[in-house]
């Protein structure tokens, strides 16, 4: 089950704290953070009807150096250096423990700025595709360390 896979993925992101070798990275460290779920009632409804999970997406990435590769640089013009997905069940928070920044590409990230971005969607377990319109959460990721973020998700159009 997917789930049981998510929770394990959870627990290996205990024990590796975020620290990298960059100046102005080195030395910090990810706490992690919560993500708690609000749902319309439909929303809620449909994803019991369903017997469907949420999937809560958390991605992290930095502004490039002037000479970092090309290659590691998105479309955003951004570097991705993180990314964790954690599988919930309707009324359950999302936990995230701590981030395992990507060495190689941290070195091409300028200073300590880094951007996270929360995505949460139906884990399309019973319907093809997303039944979800939730709001995301986009700022600095050091800010939110040991926070509660409130985010909220409806039935597509809804």
């Known amino acids: ?60 990435t930095g502004k490039p150096k002037p000479n970092a590769p090309k290659k590691d640089i998105n479309t955003t013009g951004e570097i991705d250096l993180a990314q964790q997905k954690v599988e919930v069940l309707v009324g359950q928070p999302a936990l995230f423990f701590s981030f395992d920044l990507a060495p190689k590409l941290v070195k091409h990230a300028a200073g300590d700025d880094l951007h996270l971005l929360i995505n949460i969607f139906s884990a399309h377990d019973s319907a093809p595709a997303n039944v979800l319109s939730c709001n995301t959460y986009d700022a600095g990721f050091f800010v939110i360390q040991d926070q509660t973020i409130n985010l909220s998700c409806k039935l597509i159009g809804e």
């Open 1 to 60: 089950m997917k789930l049981a896979a998510t929770l394990v993925a959870i627990v290996l992101f205990v024990a590796p704290a975020v620290s990298a070798s960059t100046p102005g990275l080195e030395g910090r460290v990810s706490t992690g953070f919560t993500v708690n779920i609000a749902y319309s009632q439909k929303a809620q409804a449909k994803l019991k009807e369903l017997n469907d999970t949420v999937i809560v997406a958390a991605s992290v």
